[in-house]
């Protein structure tokens, strides 16, 4: 079983930067995949970026080199750095995680910004 927290959303300003966090808990953190999501409304919920336990990266698209995902093991924690922002970044944003035990979602973290 793992719970995640996220944590860091907030109101920002179009160019402006934001770090969220994602705490979790239980076993398994340091051989799960981590990744980050986010869903607008009345859209589907898009992969954003994504990290092997052994810290490889992947990132969709429209979010290179303005995004970037890491994690500490020793902590249980996994981050994403998010600059240049833009109005459509605007979302709520999620934290997953994925491994032999199973698929865990967070509960999200609201992100607006503005224009």
Same mark, same amino acid.
């Given at each position: 079983q793992v719970q995640l927290v996220e944590s860091g #959303? #907030?109101?920002?300003?179009a160019g402006g930067s934001l770090r969220l966090s994602c705490a979790a808990s239980g076993s398994g953190f340091?051989? %799960?995949?981590?990744g980050w999501y986010r869903q607008a409304p009345g859209k589907q919920r898009d992969l954003l970026? %994504?990290?092997t336990p052994g #810290?490889?990266?992947n990132y969709k698209d429209s979010v290179k080199g303005r995004f970037t995902i890491s994690r500490d093991n020793a902590k249980k924690m996994v981050y994403l750095q998010m600059n240049?922002?833009?109005p459509e970044d605007t979302a709520v944003y999620y934290c997953?995680?994925?491994g032999r035990g199973g698929i865990y979602w967070g509960? #999200?973290?609201q992100v607006t910004v503005s224009s």
């Open positions: #959303g #907030g109101l920002v300003q340091s051989t %799960n995949a981590m970026a %994504n990290i #810290g490889s990266t240049s922002l833009k997953r995680s994925t509960q #999200g973290t």
